[in-house]
């Protein structure tokens, strides 16, 4: 479940957390920490990278030495004597350990499309043009908006939840075709990602079910969502009720009426 807002609060709540601290298992200090994608890299003296993909239930969390629980699948002995243990329930998580070179030579760094938070209007609109090194033109046929969004080839760091929260934002039907997008539409698209996604990392993310802050603190984006796991509820827009679809093997979450398909 975590996407880029809660790999993005991980990584900053890390930040004063770790850096300069020493991890004692590898005899490494750690100089910095970053996200990629929904990815996160914790970057070590003798240019090593530590790195960590939390996938549906992982976490990363500072707690007391010696803590324990059945689900920890990595722990970090810090300096400071405290653990940086990242627990995954389903065990879905990736841990990355080693050269820095080899770490980003791992293919879901090597076929990282450019990240939701950062990219700017004129990259956006190439890329929905089909001008993407990593995705061929007619991206493998994923033509619809929805599945392209999800697609980390073309867009790091969106998932079904903000997937579903963007699009509401932005009025489309998340089975829009790529191409039936006019400029302002797209304009419109991106400038829903840069605010949905701004607005879930200032409140601290989605608990909605397992994920937490390294310091145990909950998210609080999932309890202001406007159409996500809301099927039947009033549109906050319209009053229409909310519907859900299976798209892309996803259930996608829209208004009927504030997202009609245009394009039929």
């Known amino acids: 479940m975590p996407e880029l807002p809660e790999a993005e609060v991980t990584t900053r709540k890390l930040r004063p957390l770790i850096i300069g601290k020493r991890i ?92 939701a938070l950062r990219i700017s209007l004129e990259s956006f609109r190439e890329i929905l043009k089909g001008n993407n090194p990593l995705n061929p033109p007619y991206f493998k046929g994923e033509t619809k908006i929805k599945p392209f969004l999800l697609n980390q080839k073309n867009l790091a760091g969106i998932g079904n939840i903000m997937a579903d929260e963007i699009l509401w934002r932005a009025k489309i039907y998340p089975k829009r075709e790529v191409r039936s997008l006019n400029r302002s539409e797209v304009r419109n698209l991106w400038k829903s990602i840069k605010f949905i996604l701004n607005r879930s990392i200032k409140l601290g993310g989605s608990s909605m079910r397992d994920w937490l802050h390294p310091d145990g603190d909950k998210g609080g984006y999932f309890e202001k969502r406007c159409v996500y796991d809301r099927e039947g509820k009033k549109c906050f827009r319209c009053g229409r009720k909310i519907s859900r679809k299976k798209i892309a093997g996803r259930s996608s979450y829209y208004c009927p009426s504030c997202q009609a398909l245009k394009n039929k």
């Open 24 to 115: 004692l298992n590898f005899n490494r200090r750690i100089l910095n920490i970053e996200r990629r994608g929904k990815a996160i890299l914790i970057h070590l003296s003798g240019g090593k990278i530590l790195g960590f993909h939390q996938r549906m239930t992982g976490k990363l969390l500072i707690v007391p030495r010696g803590w324990k629980d059945k689900h920890t699948r990595f722990a970090a002995k810090l300096s400071s004597g405290k653990d940086l243990v990242f627990h995954d329930v389903r065990k879905f998580g990736i841990v990355w350990y080693g050269e820095a070179k080899k770490v980003m030579s791992d293919q879901y760094f090597k076929t990282l499309g450019p990240d």
